[in-house]
């Protein structure tokens, strides 16, 4: 199985703060790659496919990019609504996986 | 817009057989694949399998010999079928979907909590 790393495990921000979340995988996935978004006792919602495909509705403070092994997810401007746990996803190579999850706190 | 329900018990022994149900409305079954995820609690996501509406099927190598993921078109409803349950199965169960593939998943199940229990 394709093995996926997300740093930091949390990251402790500000409104108004610019954060990066990475995510590694054990081989190559590029551009197979996704990332959600998920808060307490909901479902993961996806904010980005391919990579660095913002899905319709995501603001465009949210970007991806990446290649190879290593992906980020970068939020430009952290707004009150943007504070939950995030996880990267490969689908490059079955099984699916996902990285461990990053929580974004204040 | 697609909605997907999971049903099944909430509670289930240790060595049971686990059954859910996943009901898909709001656009049509046919063409698309079905996918379930589960989340232990306070934990990441783990991909289970995916079935295509034909029957299809991929399952985690982790979990292949006790899953099995079927569909029924005419229903619009598709299924998880887990045995020789242990405690590291409590998780809660979302079945999911998107209309692209079966690579990432724009839609989800609110999700169902399923404890392993004696």
């Known amino acids: 199985d394709i093995q996926m790393t997300q740093s930091p495990s949390t990251v402790s921000a500000s409104v108004g703060d610019r954060v990066t979340i990475t995510c590694r995988a054990s081989q190559t996935i590029s551009p197979w790659s996704a990332w959600y978004q998920q808060k307490p006792g909901k479902a993961p919602k996806l904010l980005i496919h391919r990579t660095s495909i913002l899905e319709s509705g995501v603001p465009s403070r949210f970007s991806g990019s990446g290649s190879g092994t290593e992906f980020t997810l970068t939020i430009s401007s952290l707004q009150p609504d943007d504070f939950a746990t995030y996880y990267c996803q490969q689908y490059n190579t079955y099984p699916w996986t996902f990285a461990q999850g990053t929580k974004v706190e204040i | 817009q697609v909605q997907l329900q999971e049903s099944g018990p909430g509670l289930v022994k240790p060595s049971e057989t686990l059954s859910l149900t996943c009901t898909f409305s709001?656009?049509?079954?046919?063409?698309?694949?079905y996918t379930w995820i589960r989340q232990p609690p306070g934990k990441g996501l783990e991909w289970i399998g995916n079935?295509?509406?034909?029957?299809?099927?991929k399952y985690n190598p982790s979990l292949k010999s006790r899953v099995s993921i079927s569909v029924d078109t005419s229903k619009k409803q598709f299924y998880l079928t887990l045995t020789s349950l242990t405690a590291a199965d409590t998780a809660v169960y979302y079945c999911?979907?998107?209309?692209?593939?079966?690579?990432?998943?724009?839609?989800w199940g609110q999700g169902t909590l399923v404890t392993v229990s004696s």
């Open positions: 999911v979907n998107s209309p692209w593939g079966p690579y990432y998943f724009d839609y």
């Open positions: 079935i295509y509406y034909n029957g299809n099927t």
């Open positions: 709001g656009g049509s079954i046919n063409g698309n694949y």
